[in-house]
């Protein structure tokens, strides 16, 4: 780690690879039952996972996948820390290779989440799965803080939750750490004997 040039770890997009599937199996419910997913009385979600394909199989998947998506948080925190250390960055270079890769593809998912429930709004008369769907939330959206506690719920492209909580993380890790390039408290972690 103390090498200036980024080394690449097999195990890490091998371990994103198995969160991507975890979270994938996770995320099945949505699509297998045509009940509602919320009761109106208690406003939890309500499916019955032990109904699935596979479930004596894929169990530990349908009940805790979605702790997948915190897993990968711990895998970028890794990254970032390798990328990051010994190298002081700016705010304006962090902020743009950040946002280089991660708000195109958001804009672009937005926008066809966007085509999607306004065409069934006016095809069927309501939206699809998530009914907030307005310009206050949408413009939270574009500013990628769809989840930082101004929404009134899950709205458009509610996956990207966690990408919107991802971003005070980036910027927390930015002022904490990578401006000043210093991470001799991470460092002793991965130092060899």
Known sequence: MQNTQCKYFPAVDF??????????????HHFYFVQPYFSP?????????????????LWPFYHYGA???????????????????NKKTGAKTFFIFRMSRLYPLHIITLAFISVLQYGS????????????NDAYHF???????????????YSFNSPV?????????YWCFWIIAARH?????????FSQS
């Not at 371990?15 to 099945?28: K, N, P, Q």
């Not at 709004?121 to 907030?132: C, M, N, R, V």
């Open 41 to 57: 009385e208690t406003g939890n979600p309500v499916w019955d996972f032990d109904v699935q394909p596979f479930y004596g199989w």
């Open 139 to 153: 413009f939270l959206h574009l500013l990628f803080a769809s989840n930082w506690g101004f929404e009134k719920g």
């Open 67 to 85: 702790w997948a998506v915190q897993f990968f948080w711990v895998i970028s925190g890794f990254v970032f820390a390798h990328v990051y250390s």
């Open 121 to 132: 709004l006016y095809s069927t008369g309501k939206f699809q799965i998530l009914a907030i």
């Open 161 to 169: 939750w966690s990408i919107s909580v991802e971003e005070i993380a």
């Open 15 to 28: 371990l994103r690879g198995l969160g991507a599937f975890v979270i994938l199996v996770w995320h099945y």
């Open 181 to 189: 390039g210093n991470f001799s408290a991470g460092k002793s972690l």
